[in-house]
């Protein structure tokens, strides 16, 4: 069998032959074993020549590397262009955004993204810092959490349709008693979750967790109404402090720091983090508080990304052999943060790659060092490109 590319017998199935894909160049066919043709699949667009190059896959970090701010960055969108099968291999590469941001829907964010850039992304390409917790569903599906970060409601509604059916945001306890947090004027419906819109009894409907998805917008409001949920006796608002945790806690994205458009870097999710850490030492005298993290460089960030270019590999190539891939599949990580993206992609095994668009700028990170620096994405997809060319089968 050739490495990387599922074989299937060109008589077992004609019909999938017939339907998804194109036969090989003559030149490739005879380097086939008899009666063996292999699975290929046409891009669909100006580049119908090109078939798949499974074997080796990318991940990208879009702030500080395909665009910053709300612009997009030239060799972003050339990098992306190149990806799609406009390379010295002709062939399509799979890859997939991974991002620690969030706030949004993957569809919304995968929409952006295209727009900026004019190359298109599906959802199934988007990996945001809360897509993994999706699989939380399976524990919290009907139970009551308080979910903190992004504008308004906007996170709530995409915590409910990842399945968490009973929702509730800070925003909607300060609408129950605007004491909870006196320094805003007190929400107003349009401001407020499905949930809270029903104005809950929050001393008498207790918490199960507390989720945190995006960048808080309100770092005092946050900070209160998380702690307050964290150590209440029963998890019920109002009711007496005690000096433990009394519900889980998930955060995702843990980054410090971020790349937009102003011209140093600004506070991340990761800010909040650290002062909900401190709030929490200073009010319970060190006790100490638990919390599973997401988002890069968290092992589950890699593992669901993986599983998203299998979910490609699949759609580009049907039957294609999923343990045979991963035994020659070689993943490639583009970021510009050493501790997220090139800390995350050493962890999972994957080759790094640091560019100098975004929160870094210097020669290598003695911390985390990336398998290679370069200026900016698009030296860094033509150095994956060239050095997979000798991989091509």
């Keep these: 069998m050739l490495a990387g590319r599922r074989i299937v017998s060109a008589t077992a199935q004609p019909q999938l032959l017939r339907r998804h894909l194109h036969l090989c160049t003559p030149a490739a066919q005879e380097r086939l074993q008899p009666g063996e043709l292999a699975l290929r699949m046409s891009a669909g667009d100006d580049n119908s020549a090109c078939d798949w190059q499974l074997q080796t896959a ?123 947090w006196p320094f805003m004027q007190p929400p107003t419906a349009d401001q407020l979750s499905g949930q809270g819109a029903k104005r809950r009894d929050y001393a008498n409907d207790p918490f199960h967790a507390v989720m945190v998805f995006h960048d808080s917008f309100d770092f005092g409001r946050d900070l209160q109404v998380a702690t307050d949920v964290l150590r209440s006796a029963n998890a019920t608002l ?45 009010l319970t005298a060190g006790a100490p508080l638990k919390y599973t993290l997401f988002g890069k460089p968290n092992k589950v960030q890699y593992q669901y990304a993986e599983r998203l270019l299998d979910q490609i590999a699949l759609a580009a190539v049907p039957g294609t052999d999923l343990p045979q891939l991963h035994a020659c599949r070689r993943i490639f990580a583009i970021g510009d943060n050493p501790a997220a993206d090139i800390a995350g992609a050493n962890g999972a095994g994957w080759t790094s790659v640091l560019v100098r668009t975004g929160v870094f700028d210097g020669s290598n990170d003695a911390t985390h060092p990336a398998h290679l620096v370069t200026d900016h994405v698009e030296d860094a997809v033509n150095w994956i490109i060239e050095s997979e060319l000798g991989r091509r089968i």
């Design 238 to 282: 109002g009711s007496e402090f005690v000096n433990r945790q009394t519900v889980p806690l998930y955060m995702s994205n843990s980054d410090l720091i971020f790349s937009n458009d102003y011209p140093r870097p600004r506070f991340g999710q990761g800010a909040y983090h650290v002062c909900l850490r401190a709030m929490w030492d200073a």
């Design 58 to 180: 990318v991940a990208l970090d879009i702030d500080g590397v395909l665009v910053r701010g709300k612009r997009a960055l030239d060799e972003g969108r050339r990098a992306l262009q190149m990806l799609s099968g406009n390379n010295r291999l002709r062939r399509r590469i799979p890859f997939v955004l991974l991002t620690n941001g969030g706030g949004v829907s993957e569809a919304d964010k995968a929409a952006d993204i295209s727009r900026l850039l004019g190359v298109e992304i599906r959802p199934e390409q988007v990996v945001l810092a809360h897509s993994p917790m999706r699989a939380l569903t399976s524990k919290y599906a009907q139970k009551h959490v308080l979910v903190v970060g992004g504008k308004q409601s906007r996170c709530a509604d995409i915590a409910q349709a990842y399945g968490f059916g009973n929702v509730s945001t800070p925003n909607d306890v300060v609408a129950w008693n605007p004491s909870a």
